[in-house]
């Protein structure tokens, strides 16, 4: 199972590129190539039954085809019309005018795709066909069997559904022939457990059903298998890194009361309760490894530094890593001023400058230094705290006595990353830093537990008093000029204001028609200079801009100097600008809900209300619904809930970035599945680490390992 494809099929070249696009390279790999769906014939449609937004196969005759440059975007198209007696429907292709040719003829096909909407009426783009007459041998295989569901794989350039579904049949005889057993990596036990069936009934189940149920059954096996391997690691990962020592702090709870002191404000309960539960950990003998989840302003920072106070204080060092370099250099500004009465110095890393604070030779408050200066600083523990992006993890960084590492908005890590910053270990006794990780991300907490398995968690439910609940309206497309105006008259009272646009530039992909008409940072920020604000002054602000221009967009906002900056996403993590209390949201269908949740927090940091604008181009009644969860969500963790139960896993945003597959996702929705496969790791675990007595399990894990799980 583990050898190459190619040892026992004849692939072409072509072919074996395509696989692995695809990642498949061994018969395992396809074997785990899931469909993802099944089409029975009965699930055909009438034309003249469809509606917007659906997803539908229908068959009919092309009864007219030809190919055309569009004038305004000199994209090749070919535009068809099919008929299948009912009605009749447009179906273009884009950047494919030679299906035109393929398609004239008047031959009847098949059509599957998802119906849409413009000016003109229905039509399907790019659509999935077949010939009613099969063109392919491989063709006739799937068809002529009988099944009554014939399954749909996710495709790359160069390979079909088609020859997939072909390639499997061919495995299955040969495994049926040879009579080849199928090692379980699921142990048997374990598997009677939860009446989970055996990996040669749920393969042969999931690549050809007789009936829906027995996929069902099938996928329900496998994703329990990924989450419980997922645990396997993570728990794996977590018994490793606890049996190293760390730093034992003798009393942190007494470092508080002083470093509060010089505080503008007093911590919530939930503030409180998280120290407490920290502080009591950086006294363990073992790594702390907790992440601390709180909604976007909860006041995460604070916390954090609390830790960073108590291990400065016993002479030793911290390092604080975010994500991108807006928010290192904010948290580097940030820990001056909460640590100005502490003679320490603070670093700064990125790649494109370092930075120490406080400056000995000029009157700046910080200044510019070599990196090799820096790195030396840091490594004879002059440096106590280094603030930075990625450049934290250069093998060249070496700390004298790191005993906490903090990350901030952890998600947008890997795993990899995180264990670079805190597990360079080189023997067992090596001492390790306690690990805090931080995520403004809500993540429902079936997926919370499987990805961070390896965690503590610790949940900042409670918002600091006094803070405005924001005010969300989906703003109605005749509506858009009365929001202008509210959103002058916030300006003249000294406010300023976010427009967030789901892409850069105009042109870009137009291989989908949904990118056609979305709005852009680059043209909304000449529209509202030229035509909206001519009076105001506007920024902008993406990520084609390079680190300087980046720095220098985000000052004239932080200072006022612009009243609107005009953004993609970038702003989403932690940019604070209390004075900010208008959010702009174009075309919102583009973002997921935790991240337009994410985005209407940027303006919630002030003591004015705020607001949120919500625009949208699509009239779906799930966009509608969606967004309207947002306005009526009380914070980010119900969303995300909301998103998990309402709208299915598969809808949770940036799902490929947790690195679980579709079918992996569907557990998600099931707790009781996910903390039984938690608890099956753990117990397997401790019963026997190394794995022995499991040495496929081992295998896997360790592949696993290597590979699959990376974020990002
Ligand atoms: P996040 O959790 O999003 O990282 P921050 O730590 O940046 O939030 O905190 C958001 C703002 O709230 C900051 O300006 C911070 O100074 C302030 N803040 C934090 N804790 C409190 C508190 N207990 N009371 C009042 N303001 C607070
Ligand atoms: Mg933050």
Known sequence: MKSPLS??????????????????????????????????????????????????????????????????????????VVSDGTASIR????????????????AMHTFSGKVQRDKKGLFMANPRFESKTPFTKEKEVIIEKGDQLVPFYPETKGISSRWIAFTLQKIFKA?????????????????????????????????????????????????????????????????????????????????????????????TGAQTKAIDIIFKNLTDETPMARLLEGDVGSGKTVVAASAINAVLEEGLQAA????????????????????????????LITSSECRKFPSKVSYEPDTHISKSQLLKWVASGEINILVGTHALIQKNVTFKNLALAVIDEQHRFGIRQRAMLVGRRKSAQQMLPHLLSMTATPIPRTLALTIYGDLDLTLLDEMPPGRKQIKTTIVEPDKRNDAYEFMRKEIQNGRQAFVVCPRIAEEARTD??????????????????????????????????????????????????????????????????????????????RFGLAQLHQLRGRVLRGTHQPYCFIFTDSASQKTQERLQALVNAKNGF?????????????????????????????????????????????????????????????????????SHIHFE
Request: glycine content about 6%.
């Open 320 to 347: 604080f890593m975010a994500p991108t370099e807006v928010v290192a250099r904010q948290h580097y500004q940030e820990l001056q001023t909460l640590f100005k009465n502490k003679r320490i110095y603070i670093g």
């Open 7 to 80: 040892n026992h099929l004849n692939i072409t070249p072509q072919h074996e590129r395509a696989l692995s696009h695809l990642g498949i390279k061994t018969v395992r790999d396809l074997l785990y190539h899931f469909p993802i769906r099944y089409k029975s014939f009965e699930d055909q449609k009438a034309i003249a039954d469809l509606s917007e937004g659906e997803e539908a196969t229908i068959q009919g005759r092309v009864i007219s085809a030809k190919a055309e440059k569009t004038w305004k975007r000199k994209m090749n198209i070919a535009r068809t």
């Open 512 to 589: 989908n028609p949904m990118f056609l008409d979305m709005k852009s940072v680059k043209a909304e920020y000449k529209k509202l200079s030229k035509d909206i604000f001519p009076e105001l002054s506007i920024g902008m602000l993406h990520g084609q801009m390079n680190p300087k221009e980046k720095e220098k967009a985000m000052n004239a906002f932080r200072q006022g100097k612009t009243q609107v900056l005009v953004a993609t996403s970038v702003i989403e993590v932690g940019v604070n600008v209390p004075n900010a209390t208008i959010m702009m949201i174009e075309g919102a269908e």
């Open 175 to 267: 495994i049926e022939k040879n009579n080849i057993a199928l090692v379980d990596p699921l142990p048997d036990d374990m598997r009677a457990r939860y009446k989970l069936p055996d990996i040669l009934q749920s393969l042969s189940a999931i690549h050809s059903p007789k009936k829906h149920t027995h996929i069902e059954t099938a996928r329900k096996r496998f994703a329990f298998e990924e989450i419980f391997f997922i645990q396997l690691l993570r728990q794996r990962e977590r018994l490793e890194r606890k049996s190293h020592p760390s730093f034992m702090l003798g009393s942190p709870e007494k470092t508080l009361p002083n470093f509060l002191s010089a505080l503008p404000f007093s911590l």
């Open 91 to 106: 179906i273009v292709w884009f950047n494919q005018p030679y299906m035109a040719n393929i398609l004239s003829g008047g």
């Open 638 to 706: 119900e969303l995300a809930e909301y998103d998990l139960q309402f709208r299915g896993a598969g809808e949770l945003t940036g799902i490929k970035q947790w690195g679980i597959s579709d079918v992996g996702m569907m557990a998600l929705q099931n707790l009781k599945m996910v903390e039984a496969a938690r608890t099956e790791a753990r117990n397997l675990l401790t019963e026997d680490f190394e794995l022995k007595k499991y040495p496929l399990l081992k295998e896997k894990a360790d592949t696993l390992g290597d």
